[in-house]
């Protein structure tokens, strides 16, 4: 039966997670299924020119000895960035923190000399001073603005912070809210219970516990729900919203032709797992909607992190996508010497 699976976990299990937190797990197990937003991927090439230059700076600065905090590292964009501008025959010392083990599951299946620290960035579980250089690239934001005290705290005097944030009404913002309503959408079509509704007559009928008459009402039933799901693909095209939609509307055309071959029990799987792929998308693009920050809660984290030690250099936004649209905000500074 073809099916929408969450790839397995891996088995790597890191230190420190003593933090639940479901839905980011979920969210980063599937990923490398349902894919990101388009606009500011690790490929972008503003995302690209900003770290490039960067790392340059920073690893020359710092020959030997660096450690480096990866601050809501997700599956590791920073570190990619990194680990792949190092100058010298050693990598230097990454810290992948992230609220979320699949995600430094993620990070350490392809960078396994990372050190992974599962907790939240308002609460980092390492002594004061501890790093040459905190980043971070849409990660920080989601701790919400008590995390800008601890990122100041772990960075030693002299050392590099640097953080590219959500902005709000930026592109990745806007394309963030649109896929969520795409998802949401997805949901609200009932498409998922009509087609179950449809093969479990399927299955009663080829078992002889139904009737030809239940079969065809919900086969007509079905109709409008998939009809409203081509509406959402009309919108989204078949790349759009991390291609789930069209992939849930290809199984759906591929099991319909074949409906008296699943079990109760494959359909009820399929179903769970499918609304599970949907709401941790749905729910990980509204949280990024939800962390973006305009002018003034920009301005508020620059007081914050001034209040904390941190000389900061002029706000930058970068422009990104096809279209370069503002998307992000670019936070950049020195801890003070004490």
Request: net charge negative; aromatic share 8%.
């Amino acid at each position: 039966m073809p099916r929408l699976v969450a790839p397995s976990k891996v088995a790597y299990k890191p230190a420190n997670t003593g933090v639940a937190c479901d839905p980011w797990d979920s969210y980063w197990t599937n990923s490398k299924r349902v894919g990101e937003a388009g606009v500011g991927g690790p490929k972008d090439e503003a995302l690209q020119a900003f770290w490039g230059a960067f790392f340059i700076a920073f690893l020359a600065a710092e020959a030997t000895g660096q450690r480096i905090l990866d601050l809501g590292s997700g599956d590791g964009a920073v570190t990619a960035f990194a680990l792949n501008a190092r100058t010298g025959s050693t990598d230097p010392e990454v810290h992948c923190l992230d609220i979320s083990p699949a995600a430094l599951a993620l990070v350490r299946a392809q960078y396994p000399s990372i050190t992974p620290i599962c907790a939240s960035a308002a609460s980092i579980p390492v002594p004061e001073g501890h790093f040459h250089a905190v980043l971070s690239q849409f990660g920080m934001e989601y701790a919400g603005i008590g995390a800008v005290a601890e990122a100041a705290r772990v960075l030693r005097p002299g050392g590099q912070f640097a953080a590219v944030l959500h902005q709000r009404g930026g592109a990745i913002h806007d394309e963030c809210r649109a896929t969520a309503d795409a998802l949401q959408s997805t949901l609200d079509s009932g498409v998922l219970g009509a087609f179950s509704a449809f093969l479990h007559s399927a299955c009663a009928l080829r078992d002889q516990s139904g009737s030809e008459d239940s079969f065809n009402v919900a086969d007509r039933a079905l109709a409008p729900r998939i009809q409203a799901l081509e509406a959402i693909l009309k919108d989204t095209g078949t790349d759009g919203a991390g291609k789930l939609p069209f992939a849930i509307y290809r199984d759906i055309a591929h099991m319909y032709r074949r409906p008296y071959s699943y079990s109760a029990p494959d359909i009820e799987q399929w179903v769970r797992r499918v609304e599970e792929e949907l709401i941790a998308f749905r729910d990980r693009m509204e949280a990024m909607v939800s962390a973006a920050l305009d002018e003034s809660a920009l301005a508020q984290w620059r007081g914050a992190l001034d209040e904390a030690g941190v000389a900061l250099e002029p706000s930058e936004s970068l422009a990104m996508g096809a279209d370069q649209r503002s998307a992000a905000w670019v936070l950049r500074g020195v801890r003070r010497s004490k």
